[in-house]
């Protein structure tokens, strides 16, 4: 997800700084992006970024969170799901979710859930015919959400916003219906949500 974001948004010309534990690997790749691509460690990517994008498995979240160090102030996106071993399922929801527990670890930063929805491999390709992929965002901080609205948009999704961080609880849920039908009822990743409406957007 980090590697597939990053470089849809070089290509519109976003300066983007790959995070990685190996900081000496990840930096070669980003020079093969672009001289606006580079790389560096967990803290290094969070330290240059105004948006931080939490793109690593949710078993890793808590102390990915803790090596990017400082977050105060900071934009996150996270896009993670809290997925069981053997896609069986959430392994939180209902009375919190992912997005809330990285909340609380990711003191001050301004905590977003966006692109969680669909298949990484979709990115690039967010057009099904005449439509555009839908992305559900939420959270509290109205303006750090206009932002990453925006860079939803850049990356060609129908962004709709579902409120404050809490209906997260309802968005994670949506993740795990996409994996389900993609990989445990064969419908495979080519696959998007969409929401409908009749209503002209604004
Ligand atoms: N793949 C998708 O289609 C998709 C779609 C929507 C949401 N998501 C969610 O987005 C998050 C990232 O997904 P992904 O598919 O990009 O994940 P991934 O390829 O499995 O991992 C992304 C990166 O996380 C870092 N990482 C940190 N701790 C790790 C550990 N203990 N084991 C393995 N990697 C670790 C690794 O980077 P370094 O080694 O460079 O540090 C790795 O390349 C997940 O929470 C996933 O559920 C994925």
């Known amino acids: 997800m980090g590697r597939a974001l990053g470089q849809i948004w070089l290509n519109i010309n976003h300066e983007i700084m790959f995070g990685s534990r190996d900081p000496v690997n990840v930096l070669k790749l980003a020079k093969s992006f672009g001289p606006k691509a580079s790389g560096g460690t967990y803290a290094e990517a969070a330290e240059f970024g105004d948006v931080v994008v939490l793109a690593v498995p949710w078993s890793s979240a808590k102390e990915s969170i803790e090596a990017a160090g400082d977050l105060n102030g900071k934009i996150l ?27 609380n670890w990711a003191e001050g930063a ?38 990453v609205k925006q860079l939803g948009i850049d990356l060609g999704f129908d962004v ?17 219906l996409w994996i389900e039908l993609a990989y445990n009822q064969g419908m495979g990743t080519d696959i998007a949500f969409k929401l409908l409406t009749r209503r002209k957007s604004k």
């Open 160 to 176: 709709i916003d579902v409120g404050t961080l809490k209906n997260a609880r309802l968005t994670e849920p949506l993740a795990m």
């Open 77 to 103: 996106i996270d896009c993670t799901n809290a997925v069981a071993p053997h896609l069986g399922g959430l392994l939180v929801g209902h009375t919190t979710s992912a997005v809330e527990e990285i909340a």
């Open 110 to 147: 301004k905590v977003i859930k966006a692109f969680h929805t669909l298949g990484s491999e979709s990115l690039s390709k967010l057009e099904f015919g005449t439509q555009k992929a839908s992305t559900f965002i939420c959270g509290d901080d109205l303006e750090a959400k206009s932002i």
